[in-house]
């Protein structure tokens, strides 16, 4: 295969110096390390020689860099994949998902206690001999009917793909997806969720949800795990190699919500690897009114506690420094200048870490003065979203009340610019809080039945990691 540097990283000092990745990383090559990466930059192919093959596989790994499979023989077709399809009560979206599938070896709908089951098994029989029917009883949950599906697929197919019912894939999204298992090491890659109005949804939640969905992760590739950029993809549609998912167990049925961001982490715990191609696209309908959207939200939240206590560290709501966490913290408590002198003094203490590169002073006003303002974004949306019960206090305090005013209103103020939804500002920015509101009070219910404060407590980091050895 060949590769493509992530458009985030930077090469700096002559090209001896990558930085970027996430978490963000700086790894210095050797002269010869520098030369391959000229040559993946040109678009050459990895050579086969083991240097050249380590370095590549330092660059995928650490989100630097990213695959690009044109012309790389496929080692599976769409015959070898069975499709799992788990439905409850939706036979109209089941349809139109049979419909949109494409040739597929198997398919296996999983109606999980339907109270129509009539409705679902009068749909199936219509799609063809190739597609098969299992039924629960009564609902066990989508981790389940999951597992049921897979484990019945009776030609042990080597590639699972789960695609809920009323997803509507597009055209061409599974050899762009199957493109990737030409590399052993990914045992997992997902699609981009792209959201679709239903007659019902209301306009503006639709235009809402265009460009906000938790569904859809964005135009960017990325290595899926805790930490990257897209920390976790859904199973709304999902590629799974059957071994991998058979030594990871399948999907923890004990989870009513977040079983797929487990499995996914529980993957690359594992050292595989997980990818997130936005090339292949499905659609997603959105919630057709606010009760639905907003129990949607509830329940993602509810799911943080559970995920928490299974991947320690993987769902704080706030990963910073001690620095940045320090100084955002002056500027709640009312004294931001306190906090501005703090942040500058952060910076001036990266320099020196920094010495062996050409310029160590503008790298760390760009590493710790942008990471110092990016980190106060991160506090705000953790104020909002986890931590909204520390509002009341901080509201009573004169001097935080600005502060508080900026963290509930500026980073949806931000969103705004950079997103450009068909909504104006006021619904945009009620819509952002009401949002962040009813995760949060997922995540305090969640936290509670669980027990446990892991899904609250925040993480902190070094400012920056110490450079990767010599690469190549």
């Not at 049979?98 to 597929?104: E, R, T």
Request: glycine share 8%.
């Amino acid at each position: 295969m060949a590769l493509a540097l992530d458009p985030a990283t930077r090469r700096i000092d002559d090209g001896t110096v990558l930085v970027g990745g996430a978490p963000l990383r700086l790894m210095r090559l050797t002269a010869a390390g520098a030369r391959l990466v000229d040559r993946f930059a040109s678009g050459e192919p990895v050579p086969a020689a083991r240097t050249g093959q380590r370095l590549a596989r330092r660059l995928l790994d650490a989100g630097m860099a990213h695959p690009r499979l044109a012309g790389v023989a496929a080692q599976f077709v769409a015959a070898d994949v069975a499709v799992v399809i788990p439905v409850r009560d939706r036979d109209a979206g089941l349809t139109r998902t049979l419909d949109l599938l494409g040739q597929v070896g198997e398919v296996v709908v999983v109606d999980d206690g339907s109270s129509d089951p009539a409705a679902i098994e009068a749909t199936v029989a219509r799609a063809g001999s190739h597609v098969r029917l299992v039924r629960h009883d009564t609902s066990r949950g989508p981790a389940a009917a999951r597992n049921t599906g897979w484990r019945a697929a009776t030609a042990t197919p080597p590639v699972i793909a789960f695609v809920d019912a009323d997803v509507e894939p597009e055209a061409g999204w599974l050899p762009e997806l199957l493109a990737h298992l030409a590399d052993p090491a990914v045992a997992a890659v997902a699609p981009r969720v792209a959201p679709v109005a239903s007659s019902t949804t209301p306009a503006w939640l639709a235009a809402y949800e265009q460009v906000r969905s938790p569904l859809d992760l964005g135009p960017d590739e990325a290595t899926v795990r805790p930490g990257s950029r897209v920390p976790y993809v859904p199973t709304a549609a999902l590629l799974v190699r059957r071994d991998a998912l058979a030594a990871s167990g399948g999907f923890d049925e004990a989870m009513p919500h977040g079983e797929d961001v487990d499995l996914v982490w529980r993957l690359a715990a594992a050292g595989s690897t997980v990818r997130y191609e936005p090339r292949a696209v499905v659609r997603h309908p959105v919630r057709p009114g606010l009760p639905a959207w907003l129990r949607q939200r509830y329940d993602y939240g509810s799911s943080a506690a559970p995920l928490a206590v299974r991947h320690h560290g993987a769902v704080a709501p706030l990963t910073v420094s001690g620095w940045s966490a320090a100084a955002w913290g002056l500027v709640a408590a009312g004294a931001p200048a306190a906090g501005v002198a703090l942040g500058a003094a952060s910076t001036a203490a990266l320099a020196p870490k920094l010495a062996n590169l050409c310029h160590p002073w503008r790298e760390a006003v760009r590493l710790a003065g942008l990471g110092n303002l990016y980190a106060g974004r991160q506090v705000a949306d953790a104020l909002r979203r986890a931590w909204f019960p520390l509002a009341v206090p901080l509201a009573l305090h004169r001097r935080s009340r600005p502060a508080l005013a900026a963290a509930l209103v500026v980073p949806a103020l931000i969103e705004s610019i950079e997103r450009r939804p068909r909504l104006d500002v006021l619904r945009w920015t009620t819509l952002r809080l009401v949002d962040d509101l009813a995760y949060g009070a997922g995540l305090w219910a969640g936290s509670v039945a669980a027990r446990t404060t892991a899904a609250l407590r925040p993480a902190f980091s070094g400012r920056f990691p110490p450079p990767d050895p010599a690469g190549g």
